[in-house]
């Protein structure tokens, strides 16, 4: 399995903070080895490793490549909750090809991560590494009302009430799954005055599964993975 490491660049060298060191420690990485980064942008570097200290690592680039993303956009906005539930689910969307990533507050939020924006990109980090992904997705916390500025026309409500998912798609999607509560009334109204209700089948899905699901089926048709 190929290792990725993330790096900062500046000028002709890359720098890598204490959690990418923790990984070269993992991995026994040693001064002088060369590895491939990214700093996550879409950039692809291939760098000599110069220094490993306790909390921090230079490299030297030997060569860099841009990698484009793939056409298209693809927004997820997944309710806060459980973190363990999730960190998941935000692991399973980097790998599936998201673009953004809104993990936004409502009426009946359990948790709220607005203080945790260090914490929700270390998981979209993390997660970029391991299926070796060089444009990490946009992250942040938002409130229940930021969903309309941020969506794209073409936005989904995941509701099993709702519709078949379209043949057709747009080439950028948005997706919003409900709480684990459910929207209050006054959300849902809001929201189906301005998006389509799509049914992903006939059982009722955990939100996590529903997301994972519909984020599947339109990271395919608009070929993101």
Not at 137 to 163: M, N
Not at 168 to 178: D, E, H, L, M, P
Not at 199 to 204: E, F, Q
């Amino acid at each position: 399995m190929p290792n990725l490491y993330f790096c900062i660049p500046k000028d002709d060298a890359v720098y890598f903070d204490e959690h990418e060191v923790t990984h070269m420690k993992v991995m026994r990485l040693k001064e002088g080895e060369i590895i491939e980064a990214t700093d996550g942008n879409g950039g692809k570097y291939k760098v000599v490793v110069k220094k490993i200290d306790k909390y921090s690592a230079v490299g030297s680039v030997i060569s860099y490549e841009f990698v484009e993303s793939p056409e298209g956009r693809l927004v997820l906005f997944a309710p806060s909750g459980r973190w363990e539930r999730l960190r998941w689910t935000i692991e399973k969307a980097v790998e599936l090809g998201v673009d953004e990533i809104y993990v936004f507050n409502n009426e009946r939020a359990s948790r709220h991560y607005e203080d945790k924006q260090e914490k929700l990109e270390l998981v979209v980090r993390e997660a970029a590494k391991q299926c070796v992904r060089y444009n990490f997705p946009v992250i942040k916390p938002i409130e229940f009302l930021d969903i309309f500025s941020l969506a794209p026309e073409s936005t989904y409500i995941l509701d099993f009430k709702g519709r078949k998912i379209p043949k057709r798609i747009s080439k950028n999607v948005g997706i919003i799954a409900g709480p684990e509560g459910g929207f209050s009334q006054k959300e849902l109204l809001l929201l189906k005055k301005r998006f389509r209700s799509i049914c992903l089948g006939k059982k009722i899905l955990r939100f996590e599964t529903a997301i994972i699901l519909a984020t599947g089926v339109f990271s395919m048709k608009l070929g993101k993975i």
